[in-house]
């Protein structure tokens, strides 16, 4: 099937992404990134997020020995702007909007990242990232609770230290917006998207990438980045409070087993910037949403050659060259350990 | 107004922006970008654009002397596609893409710039950019014809002779799509949306950057990417076969002004993506399409500090750390010559 150019569509944003499986040959003269020299002392006296070091604004980072959560020192959303709202002729239209930014050290550990870190340990950001869902989204005021990760200085992270953000809003971003609009057609004809996506795929095959009891990870039918995935708990949950203890297990089980994968693909600490998109925290029930992760990894043919999504796809609609079948067969196909 | 953390709604789009007016104080520790020494030859025998030289796949360029279309040696789209859709329960959903890819090759010197063009060069690629819309957009199957430009490395560009791309479809991508809902919705309660929207801006001035009698080039109100603008033509115009002989002369002359005008802000050949978006070809008028160009380039503080459109901006929405008035205001001070 569909060997030559075709679109596929995004069930969970309604927005296609074009496919262009015969475009793999083309050669690559344009720029290529350099490979950071992997090798971090296990603790930088420069570093901001290593234990007992300064911060911006006078600070201190404390001498923690897990996880370590504080209000981010440039936060780009802060809890306390005065509402406003602005509409000139229906044209120019502004509100204020309030959050709140943390930044979330993996581990005291400067040269560990989240896939080399020991089970247990990546089990303690899992319950932190709960906490902090519970914490933030149980503010009356925020709808919604971004938890990401930005790996590599590729995706723009200023810092090796292993650490991801949280950025918590008054208002449901665009993303998780539409993912919302379609998760609720779907149950609204009896299913949920998620669950019934991830039958189809566990029936097929071809875009699983591995998995354990509670976990799938695959490369979904739209992908867009050349090895994106997506991380989906095979029984139905709205958010991380939801997973009991065995699932939190699961989850950072499948978080160490993909992110090992993605090391060993070109041999080097794969950059990507992935996050989890739970319920909105807008007081509804919302069971329509099924918890997930994506993963937006760039690299596209090694190390050094990466995916642009400039002209085409930033006026036109997202393209990629080789298909989330190969991309899946090739992760699939690397060992974990 | 707006001093503090806010969100603006892209009128053309629909979607949201999140704006961070305090951020900018924010330190760099992160990845700086190489600024390639812009010292080029008239003629590089090894570019495949220069007149004269082999392409991929054995196809010759010949000794042109203005502007040069070809084929895309590697096509993301191809017209030869058998039709076919799949469907697989409502979750897996594709369907095959026809489409034609082209290069076109501004000018045969390799060392120029489309900003460092005479005028009457510029203008003749505007033609040609016309003639390719017409040509395309009169193929029965052609909905959409994406003109646009990748300049720089950073920008994906794989080779600095200076070129666009051309990809037409058989289908509306996404932005188009999304443009084309909201420049109807204001049409059907009678008005044009970019005659309106431009007319607010031009009263305002505060987000003007530069212009002449027939085009206006501004940062929008609702900008994504720091130093973004949007290029307008002040008389309503669906497509560039509608402009007459003066207002091609107006578009060359802008896009001169505004590429010498980046050029400037930091030193450096400005890496950006441009594009025009035109009336979808399908057959219909749309009479509520108001021709413009979009112009998205990435850097945000100086030729090596880019902006990143990563995690939040990926899972959440984009962000923006300088407004959009202090953008315009930057760009507007600079010299055009
Ligand atoms: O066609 P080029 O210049 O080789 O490729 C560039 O532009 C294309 C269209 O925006 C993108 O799909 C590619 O990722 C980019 O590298
Ligand atoms: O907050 P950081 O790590 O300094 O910044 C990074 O992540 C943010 C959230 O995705 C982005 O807005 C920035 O462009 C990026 O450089």
Redesign the interface.
């Given at each position: 099937?569909?060997t030559?150019?075709?679109?596929?569509?995004n069930?969970l944003t309604g927005?296609?992404v074009?496919?262009?499986p015969?475009?793999t040959?083309?050669?690559?003269?344009?720029?290529v990134e350099e490979v950071a020299a992997d090798q971090r002392p296990t603790y930088d006296p420069a570093c901001y997020l290593c234990p007992g070091n300064g911060r911006?604004g006078g600070a201190r980072t404390p001498e923690y020995d897990s996880t370590y959560v504080f209000d981010n020192d440039?936060?780009?959303?802060?809890p306390?702007?005065?509402p406003?709202e602005?509409d000139?002729?229906?044209?120019?239209?502004?509100?204020?909007?309030?959050?709140i930014c943390r930044v979330v050290c993996f581990s005291p550990r400067h040269d560990l990242t989240l896939g080399q870190m020991p089970a247990e340990a990546i089990r303690t950001v899992v319950d932190t990232w709960a906490d902090q869902y519970l914490e933030l989204g149980s503010l009356d005021w925020v709808r919604?609770v971004?938890i990401?990760?930005?790996r590599g200085?590729?995706?723009?992270?200023?810092?090796p230290h292993p650490h991801g953000?949280i950025?918590a809003?008054e208002?449901l971003?665009?993303?998780?917006a539409k993912e919302l609009a379609q998760q609720r057609a779907r149950a609204d004809s009896g299913g949920c998207?998620l669950c019934?996506?991830l039958d189809?795929e566990l029936n097929d095959g071809e875009r699983i990438v591995t998995g354990n009891e509670h976990f799938t990870a695959l490369v979904p039918?739209w992908a867009v980045w050349p090895f994106e995935t997506l991380v989906l708990p095979r029984a139905h949950a709205g958010a991380l409070p939801d997973l009991g203890p065995d699932q939190r297990d699961g989850l950072a089980d499948i978080l160490r087993r993909l992110t090992r994968r993605y090391d060993r693909l070109f041999g080097v600490t794969f950059p990507y910037?992935?996050?989890l998109?739970q319920q909105p925290t807008d007081g509804d029930p919302h069971r329509e949403w099924h918890l997930h992760a994506?993963f937006?990894p760039p690299l596209l043919r090694s190390a050094t050659v990466r995916k642009?999504m400039?002209?085409?796809e930033?006026?036109?609609?997202?393209?990629r060259?080789i298909t989330p079948e190969t991309a899946a067969q090739r992760l699939r196909e690397l060992p974990e350990d």
């Open positions: 099937m569909f030559a150019s075709h679109r596929r569509l069930r927005e296609w074009l496919v262009s015969h475009r040959a083309r050669p690559w003269q344009g720029q911006a440039f936060a780009a959303l802060t306390d702007v005065a406003e602005d000139r002729k229906g044209l120019l239209i502004a509100q204020s909007e309030r959050g919604h971004q990401f990760e930005n200085a590729m995706m723009g992270a200023s810092n953000q950025w809003n208002r971003p665009n993303e998780p998207l019934d996506y189809v039918f910037s992935m996050g998109h994506h937006y642009f400039v002209g085409y930033l006026l036109g609609q997202p393209q060259d």
